[in-house]
């Protein structure tokens, strides 16, 4: 094939794949920093290394005693 038709397939898979991917996270409510806050149950308290707000004081001790472990 030509290469010119080649360059338009890869454009516009990506176009498509970048707007189902975009479809995708807007659906699942996943937003900016989800991934940092204690309260998410995933990775910890990110890079401060404390609790963030919002998270209540029998929380924080729970958190805090997991890390004992």
């Given at each position: 094939m030509k290469t010119g038709i080649w360059v338009m397939i890869i454009s516009?898979?990506?176009v498509l794949s970048f707007l189902v991917g975009y479809s995708v996270s807007e659906s699942t409510g996943?937003?900016?920093g989800f991934f940092e806050a204690v309260e998410t149950g995933s990775y910890g308290a990110g890079p401060g290394g404390g609790a963030?707000?919002?998270v209540s004081a029998e929380?924080?001790?729970y958190y805090?005693?997991?890390g004992k472990e």
């Amino acid at each position: 094939m030509k290469t010119g038709i080649w360059v338009m397939i890869i454009s516009v898979a990506g176009v498509l794949s970048f707007l189902v991917g975009y479809s995708v996270s807007e659906s699942t409510g996943v937003e900016p920093g989800f991934f940092e806050a204690v309260e998410t149950g995933s990775y910890g308290a990110g890079p401060g290394g404390g609790a963030t707000e919002g998270v209540s004081a029998e929380d924080e001790k729970y958190y805090q005693e997991l890390g004992k472990e």
